[in-house]
């Protein structure tokens, strides 16, 4: 039986789902989550979240022990459903705020930071908790649920990956948000705590030649396959298993 076809066979699976920006992972997870009937949680949303408490608390966020002292205090939500997924700091709606061109030139930098790391790794385990949701970010398969029976890899040329995400802004040159993300890229491969890789036992899905229903398929007869494969075979007649 498929999985798609059966909520039964997918209410405890968690769907790690890493790659850096502009590659499709946040419109493939949330595709993935919605048909599936999943849990959907957006991680970078949260680092983004913590950048706009910094830069409206006045932080330095170019000092990461200014940034590490004060990680603890805004207190982030995010809400899960993947056909209206939701984020607020300290209460106050955050969605648009996150996305401007002032958290983008900040949040890799805050985001290398320990301490903020941690806190947010606490929320994100408690977030996925038993399962049943698709998780994406670029250290979840690695770090955040290194025991997920889904774990994706997901890159697209540079060149599309800047269309992709100039295109999602509705602003800016090519060229420019290529620099952008190739400069992300460095920083969040680069840092010393999680950083950006391909994780152990990952697959990998070059999502450039690609339409975005053909990627979600893809990966939902992945999640078909590992699900299958981990609940086993039926039991023989007359088991008493």
Known sequence: MSISGSISGVNRVVVAM??????????TARGVASRLRLRYLDTGAQFRAMTVWMLDHEVDVA????????????AILSGTDPDDP????????????????????HVSAVA???EVRRRLLE??????????????GRD??????????????LTADPAARAARRTAENGAGSVEATQADLLRRDKIDSGRTTAPLTMPEGAIHLDTTPYSLDEVVQQVIDIVDQAVGAHSGPPPSPGSTG
């Open 63 to 74: 000092d990461p022990a200014a940034i590490a002292a004060r990680a603890g205090e805004p």
């Open 112 to 114: 290398a930071v320990p």
């Open 140 to 153: 979840i398969g690695s770090v955040v649920a290194p025991d997920a029976e889904v774990k994706l890899f």
């Open 86 to 105: 939701t984020i607020t700091v300290d209460g106050q709606e955050v969605a648009v705020a996150i996305r401007t061109q002032r958290v983008t030139d």
């Open 123 to 136: 929320l994100q385990r408690s977030i996925i908790g038993t399962g049943g949701i698709v998780v994406e």
């Open 18 to 27: 890493d790659g850096p920006s502009g590659s499709g992972k946040s419109s």
